[in-house]
């Protein structure tokens, strides 16, 4: 019945026990902005022909009215639950197929063993409306389901606190347990302290559930609110988080290794995972393939590929937030490593794609890459080989660097054979991102509650520089790691106050001329200007306009030079954006990006893709949550 109605109507379902016989209300809900609802005929139409009973009553009422309107409880048992005062205890799961078999089974048995005569169970049609927005849009994550399954024990007001009113609350949680592997998630709001209430918890919050834990924990340390929603206590989790990406047989699983044995030498703990074991395994469930040989054979699962690569597609056409899972369900795997390492990484632009899931950990992209000629001889071709075998080899194997549409934060070319070269590229380039100075800096970073308006956790960034060593110290760390080389960099450019601190100091440390960048008719003519957007913060703040003018002097930036920006945060990404493209229209050829602190949740490294600049080199000292 629900599936042939339109997408602004709704069929919600109680299926109760009454006269020793199992029965299905229906009440069919059709919204509207016109005077008179045009689905009175087709409601009548669909009971007579689907159900084979007519419709009882039919109301019209406003969007007021409706919160007082009930259809179909007050006709239950008699007369709204038998008439008399009853106490009730609810559990809500979200289901996307009510009509499968065994989830019909479940629900049916569990009416037929309720504990109270009044005990029943209330199906709300969601449609499809609700995954229109985006899991990680909102608190809440659950967003693919079509009903909400309202699990209700119900007992007789004079019973409360008696056996029989604790058969019904053990009763709901019953049914819950055994439709849980069946839901999509849970509704969180009637959850609590109870302990039972656990297991329903974890599925309550989808892709959020890390993010909100860790929220909890930064706003209500002292959990203040503890009758809600048992999150979990936010686990330190992995602090710096290395996605190991590459072209097939580049080495990337053995450099991996490598380097978690480099961290463990530094007394560190760290894990290396293949985030696509995960979609091996449902493969060879689903094909009969060996899972082992999947894994571990690399002949084996060259032969698989085509069709492994097919169906993890197939999967995300179905579930487009299932990367987002594998990606969570590893991190949350990995709570107790201090460094986790991530390969078998599908994702175009990981770090953007994903970096606002794990808000208090710094993400990083390691591409390894190697030549043809050594790729084959890993995989065990003939060196040699004909034209169309290499031919066939490097379009099974993808591309270089340097066609992706982002920039890897770090390249490694692993040509040679062995593991000092990978040790080498450690010492170089990945002991610098544990550095103890880091957590000096990020104790600098100092908490202010309720500002800049209620509910919001300020991390005072520009603060740093008013601390003793602070300015020195970052300043330090900023110019240790840009990974280019300083002698080519022409200037150090950087966008109002937040910037100038920091840039300033370090233009004078490194010896290059610093290049100001300021709102509009703050610099003398000729300038060259751009659109900017209100940052984050300023979004907070004032709510008067939208945007504005940057603008920099028209000789400041040497044609053709490289350039470093300096800014104290990354949030949003709109200032950042503006200052991009201010410097292209300057005709700057090369720009890298330094800033003290990002904030992932802002989603500001898939903007600056969005908006054309994922190629550019964005390196932050501090990865931190909140705004």
Known sequence: LARKLNRNCSADAFLYWDANQLKLGVTMVESTTTAAASAVSSFSASTSSILGVEEESIQTVDGVGLFETEMYVSGMHGGGHGGGKTSSFKRCLLMKNVGDCKVAHRLVTAVEGRPSPLCYIHLLQGGGAIGDVAAQATAFGCRDWHFACVITGVWSRDEDGTAAARAAVEWVYSVAGGLLPLSSGVYSADLGPDPRDAPLAS?????????????????????????????????????????????SCSGKDYCADVWVSMFAERALTARAVSISDAIKREYAAATGADPDRLLSDRVYKEQHRTALTAYFLEQVQHDPQLPEEHFSNVVRGATDADVLLITGMRDKAPVAALSHLVPSSRLLEVYVQASGQIRRFRKGCHLGGSDGERKQFSERTGTTWKTLDHQPDFIFDNEMTGCEAAKDFFRDYLIALVDEDLLQLADMVHLTPNFPRPNIV????????????????????????FTGNWSNVAAVACCEVGGIVFASALALRVNVPLVLIRKAGKLPPPTVSAVKSRSHISSLTCCNGTKKRIEMERNAMPRGGSVVVVDDVLSSGETLCAVLQLLEDAGVASVNVLVVAEFPVHGGRERLRRCGYGKVNVRSLLTLSGA
């Open 458 to 481: 300020f991390r005072h960034v520009l603060g740093v520089s008013q601390q003793p060593g602070g300015l020195a110290l970052c300043t330090s760390l900023l110019e240790n790691h």
């Open 203 to 247: 599925r309550a919050f989808g892709v959020n559930r890390q993010r909100l834990a860790q929220l909890k924990q930064s706003l209500d340390p002292r959990s203040i609110l503890a009758y809600a929603c048992p999150l979990p206590t936010a686990p330190p989790g992995p602090k710096l988080i290395l996605l190991i990406t590459g072209e």
